[in-house]
Nanobody, 116 residues
Framework: QVHVVESGGGLVQPGGSLTLSCSGS????????MSWYRQAPGKNREFVGS????????YYADFVRGRFTISRDNAKKTAYLQMNSMNAEDTAVYYC?????????WGQGTQVTVAS
């Protein structure tokens, strides 16, 4: 059975940092590119960034502006989203997606709230 599970969400102050984790099971994690998306209240889900299956290539949305870093540890079957210099506009539910070709698995999301 396939599971993609995000964790690490919570409340963070403006200017603070947070690292999200995304663990995968039930599929060959190292064969899948991993992506992060987010959805703020009243807005469409948007792409945050992605990392190739081997970890050598990353892509980021323009709004990341060097603040976020995506990494992965295939031995642990986990991908990470490190977020720095956070602001209120980063408040959203963050989702992880595993993709290999036309096969996609989504997690349920984790809430991130940036507020003082």
């Amino acid at each position: 059975q396939v599971h993609v599970v995000e964790s690490g969400g919570g409340l963070v102050q403006p200017g603070g940092s947070l690292t999200l984790s995304c663990s995968g099971s039930g599929f060959t994690f190292s064969n899948y590119a991993m992506s992060w998306y987010r959805q703020a209240p009243g807005k469409n889900r948007e792409f945050v960034g992605s990392i190739s299956n081997g970890g050598s290539t990353t892509y980021y949305a323009d709004f990341v502006r060097g603040r976020f870093t995506i990494s992965r540890d295939n031995a642990k079957k986990t991908a990470y989203l490190q977020m720095n210099s956070m602001n209120a506009e980063d408040t959203a539910v963050y989702y992880c997606k595993a993709r290999s070709g036309s096969v996609e698995y989504w997690g349920q999301g984790t809430q991130v709230t940036v507020a003082s």
